[in-house]
């Protein structure tokens, strides 16, 4: 079911604006993470980082540590990346390969499949009680290569949970062959939803972008919001070109810039096959780290991959100076909270779910 809301300054839409305290309150952030991101499917990793069998990586969801490893089998699972005999937290690494993880704490290992396998401290009847002391797995998905994990154990399945989006991806058939080449962190002094308020309108590209909008033709401009997502696309000038790069059809179409609830945006810039990342991982109420990560068919990049990255790094970089200034704006006295324009309704859309969570 698409998600339309018509804004209009008679309904709650429009009286439902976010109050700023929604950005600067502690107590918000904590409500935030109990229902919101411990309850929805977060994007954690992309299976060419678990190529593999025994490769790992390890992570950390709504403050809970995770890992996620490829076993013997050949099967990606994932895991809370704590022990069960004393909480400790099971792997250090970022990544690696191995085949049993061990606990640092008294040397308790665990097959790649999550199965106890020896407890150094438990002998005879002791080994017996503890035989089901297994790594507690956590609920994970695959589509489109992306992997993503849910601490609900009731949540809805991936695809059902972002109505048609994972069909409109299928359109760039080059997804499959995409490999993460690179990842970048920025530390943005502000909080998340500013970012994300920011990333879903664009009437402050013409003053804050010059590059995006001297290459994406605006007048052509849509933004759509549906069933927990929303998209933003437009058309390449017609006076743009990748030099001598043969592209198929789905590589020439226009920019499509896609947001998933609640902390997840994804990028598909035309020219040489590709997709970017941004997921936003509150630090605190005011701070957030910002993971952008680059997906190419090749880690070795080609001089117009190398320009699509240096054209997306400059936009993001203009776009966190905003956030940071908005975020000083956010503690002043001087307003409880904006107003929306009628090109703003993915704001709308957002705004309404942060409430419809934390309200309950």
Same mark, same amino acid.
């Given at each position: 079911?698409?998600?339309?809301?018509?804004?209009?300054?008679?309904?709650?839409?429009?009286?439902?604006?976010?109050?700023?305290?929604?950005?600067?309150?502690?107590?918000?952030?904590?409500?935030?993470?109990?229902?919101?991101?411990?309850?929805?499917?977060?994007?954690?990793?992309?299976?060419?980082?678990? /190529?593999? *069998?025994?490769?790992?990586?390890?992570?950390?969801?709504?403050?809970?540590?995770?890992?996620?490893?490829?076993?013997?089998?050949?099967?990606?699972?994932?895991?809370?990346?704590? %022990?069960?005999?004393?909480?400790?937290?099971?792997?250090?690494?970022?990544?690696?390969?191995?085949?049993?993880?061990?606990?640092?704490?008294?040397?308790?290992?665990?097959?790649?499949?999550?199965?106890?396998?020896?407890?150094?401290? +438990?002998?005879?009847?002791?080994?017996?009680?503890?035989?089901?002391? %297994?790594?507690?797995?956590?609920?994970?998905?695959?589509? *489109?290569?992306?992997?993503?994990?849910?601490?609900?154990?009731?949540?809805?399945?991936?695809?059902?949970?972002?109505?048609?989006?994972?069909?409109?991806?299928?359109?760039?058939? +080059?997804?499959?062959?995409?490999?993460?080449?690179?990842?970048?962190?920025?530390?943005?002094?502000?909080?998340?939803?500013?970012?994300?308020?920011?990333?879903? =309108?664009?009437?402050?590209?013409?003053?804050?972008?010059?590059? +995006?909008?001297?290459?994406?033709?605006?007048?052509?401009?849509?933004?759509?919001?549906? =069933?927990?997502?929303?998209?933003?696309?437009?058309?390449?000038?017609?006076?743009?070109?990748?030099?001598?790069?043969?592209?198929?059809?789905?590589?020439?179409?226009?920019?499509?810039?896609?947001?998933?609830?609640?902390?997840?945006?994804?990028?598909?810039?035309?020219?040489?096959?590709?997709?970017?990342?941004?997921?936003?991982?509150?630090?605190?109420? /005011?701070?957030?780290?910002?993971?952008?990560?680059?997906?190419?068919?090749?880690?070795?990049?080609?001089?117009?991959?190398?320009?699509?990255?240096?054209?997306?790094?400059?936009?993001?970089?203009?776009?966190?100076?905003?956030? *940071?200034?908005?975020?000083?704006?956010?503690?002043?006295?001087? +307003?409880?909270?904006?107003?929306?324009?009628?090109?703003?309704?993915?704001?709308?859309?957002?705004?309404?779910?942060?409430?419809?969570?934390?309200?309950?």
């Amino acid at each position: 079911m698409a998600y339309n809301k018509v804004i209009n300054k008679s309904n709650r839409t429009f009286e439902r604006t976010l109050s700023y305290d929604k950005y600067t309150d502690p107590k918000v952030l904590e409500k935030e993470m109990d229902v919101i991101f411990s309850k929805t499917w977060q994007k954690v990793g992309h299976v060419s980082q678990l /190529e593999k *069998e025994g490769s790992f990586f390890t992570t950390e969801v709504a403050n809970e540590p995770i890992i996620v490893v490829r076993g013997q089998d050949g099967v990606i699972r994932a895991f809370y990346n704590v %022990c069960p005999h004393r909480a400790t937290k099971l792997e250090q690494n970022e990544s690696g390969k191995k085949r049993i993880l061990q606990c640092g704490y008294h040397g308790w290992t665990f097959k790649l499949d999550g199965k106890l396998n020896k407890t150094p401290n +438990f002998r005879g009847e002791d080994a017996a009680c503890v035989q089901d002391a %297994c790594l507690r797995p956590v609920r994970m998905e695959i589509l *489109e290569s992306l992997i993503f994990v849910n601490l609900d154990d009731d949540a809805k399945p991936l695809a059902e949970s972002y109505g048609d989006f994972f069909e409109r991806l299928s359109k760039f058939p +080059f997804l499959g062959e995409l490999k993460r080449t690179n990842v970048k962190t920025r530390h943005l002094k502000a909080n998340w939803k500013a970012f994300v308020d920011n990333y879903l =309108e664009c009437d402050h590209c013409h003053v804050a972008h010059p590059s +995006f909008i001297a290459t994406l033709d605006m007048n052509a401009y849509q933004i759509m919001t549906c =069933e927990n997502y929303s998209v933003q696309a437009s058309s390449v000038k017609p006076d743009k070109n990748y030099g001598s790069v043969e592209l198929d059809e789905a590589e020439m179409q226009g920019g499509s810039f896609y947001w998933l609830w609640p902390n997840l945006m994804l990028t598909i810039y035309p020219g040489p096959g590709n997709m970017a990342t941004i997921q936003l991982k509150p630090i605190d109420h /005011e701070n957030t780290l910002i993971v952008y990560t680059y997906y190419f068919r090749d880690e070795e990049l080609t001089q117009d991959e190398k320009d699509l990255v240096a054209f997306a790094e400059q936009v993001r970089q203009e776009d966190i100076d905003l956030v *940071e200034l908005e975020q000083i704006g956010f503690r002043s006295r001087a +307003f409880e909270r904006g107003r929306y324009s009628s090109s703003e309704q993915a704001i709308v859309q957002f705004h309404e779910m942060v409430l419809e969570a934390i309200d309950k």
